[in-house]
């Protein structure tokens, strides 16, 4: 494959470079998160669980600063058969590589609004399976660098299963014992990795005002789909502004799939209408740990996996073109990045793909290792640096992005050849240094991470 010079896609009258979205879009969602707040009140209760509110704090040259890594560009790629590639670049922050820091800048700028407002104290819990705890934890270190909130005054705790922890990113929180106590990596030494998320949510409901009660800190459990939905909104907002009014499908690698459904809430935002049209056709890239919204997409249930022949140590099939042709294991963990099953999005993705367009393919590690060298070749103009020996890679969703559209040209499964890769992250060896062993909290039971939370929450 033969590639040419991948340039920033941008109209005649736009800079290729671009302000920091969460900058450029400040007051469009400010306004969404207004709409976002109206539409939590209206929907099911919440059990008097904590938020700190809806809105931002006003836009200084601090928050500014702080929403600085929030950049998004687009680059065109070489087309593939006769398929149009683009890359949106949702990686640009160097401390993290992913996009989960647009969601966790909004949601650490609500707390610091909360703060200001009240002078109350916010202390942020989450489970994660790595990049979302590594994002929030940069942007409460942003906080406190900017001074938008002292340490005193804004925490988090994060809460990963031990099979993330190579991928987890050191950071300022864990270089002295006060910063770790206040801001703790509780790490799950047993069972499945989904319950991360059923142990931080038992913690915030049933500690919340024993923490406040005590401490004067507000336990907010921020994993909720509405408080990424606005900050996803802004690749849309990015979309109609800087890319050429289009017909095409969003790819993305997904586990509960937020990010698209943040795109499609931008979608609706600035369309005003319900079902936006084709402009937001979307194709979901699985791996086989977890490919329950590709299985549920086309066969209506979490639970359905092709039939397997083993063919000289491999694992062949070829009668579900929605699942790899070749794999090494049936059940592999490619990335336990995603690590959701039976995610609760997956009904609504599937009614929105059935009325938009789209589709979805589910990739094997032996598919991402035979397209890398060409994957390598085709993102490198567009300034994404993957290591030459594929075993440096800690983070695949971008190369499972890739492999999957590529896979579904081939196969003919793409309802359109305009493709909008979103490159949702991206990172290797060279780019972070995980904590050190003495840098977590070891967990086993809810009871463990109870007392992580209180020993947090102390002043």
């Not at 849309?236 to 943040?262: I, K, M, N, Q, T």
């Not at 740990?289 to 209506?300: C, K, N, W």
């Not at 790899?324 to 609504?348: I, K, N």
């Not at 994404?384 to 971008?398: H, T």
Request: hydrophobic share 40%; proline share 7%; aromatic share 6%.
């Amino acid at each position: 494959m033969t590639v040419t010079a991948a340039a920033p896609v941008a109209s005649a009258s736009a800079p290729a470079a671009t302000r920091p979205a969460l900058v450029r879009y400040y007051d469009e969602l400010s306004r969404i998160l207004a709409h976002a707040e109206t539409r939590a009140r209206s929907g099911a209760p919440d059990g008097g669980a904590f938020t700190p509110g809806w809105s931002l704090p006003p836009l200084t040259p601090e928050l500014e600063a702080f929403f600085a890594p929030s950049l998004i560009t687009a680059h065109e790629l070489e087309p593939y058969r006769d398929t149009r590639l683009t890359l949106l670049n949702l990686m640009h922050n160097p401390r993290t590589r992913t996009t989960k820091t647009f969601a966790s800048l909004m949601i650490v700028a609500r707390a610091v609004a909360h703060i200001r407002r009240t002078g109350e104290a916010v202390m942020i819990i989450t489970p994660s399976s790595a990049n979302k705890a590594t994002a929030l934890r940069d942007a409460v270190q942003r906080a406190h660098e900017t001074g938008l909130a002292g340490e005193d005054e804004l925490g988090i705790v994060c809460v990963v299963p031990s099979a993330s922890r190579h991928k987890l990113w050191r950071s300022a929180l864990v270089e002295d014992p006060q910063s770790r106590r206040r801001n703790p990596l509780a790490v799950l030494d047993s069972g499945e990795a989904g319950q991360v998320k059923t142990l931080a949510r038992a913690v915030a409901d049933e500690e919340a005002h024993a923490v406040f009660d005590r401490h004067g800190v507000r336990l907010w459990h921020s994993l909720d789909l509405a408080n990424y939905a606005v900050a996803d909104a802004a690749r849309a907002l990015f979309e109609r502004d800087r890319l050429p009014a289009a017909a095409r499908v969003h790819a993305h690698s997904v586990s509960s799939a937020f990010g698209l459904l943040g795109h499609f809430y931008g979608q609706q935002w600035h369309t005003g209408r319900e079902w936006p049209g084709t402009g937001a056709r979307y194709f979901l890239v699985q791996h086989l740990g977890t490919p329950d919204m590709v299985a549920s997409l086309y066969h209506g249930t979490f639970g359905y996996r092709p039939e397997w022949t083993s063919h000289d140590g491999l694992l062949t099939q070829h009668a579900d073109p929605h699942f790899p042709r070749v794999a090494y294991a049936s059940d592999e963990d490619l990335d336990p990045t995603f690590y959701t099953r039976a995610p609760v999005t997956s009904p609504r993705m599937n009614e929105i793909i059935k009325t938009q367009g789209g589709g979805g393919i589910v990739v094997s590690l032996a598919e991402c290792l035979d397209r890398y060298p060409s994957i390598r070749r085709l993102l490198e103009p567009a300034g994404v640096d993957l290591p030459a020996d594929p075993r440096q890679v800690r983070e695949w969703s971008l190369i499972m992005a890739v492999t999957g559209v590529l896979n579904a040209a081939d196969r003919g499964l793409l309802d359109l050849r305009d493709v909008l890769v979103h490159g949702s992250g991206s990172y290797h060896t060279g780019d972070y240094r995980p904590p050190e062993a003495h840098h977590l909290s070891s967990i086993g039971s809810l009871g463990d991470l109870r007392d992580v939370v209180h020993a947090a929450a102390a002043r």
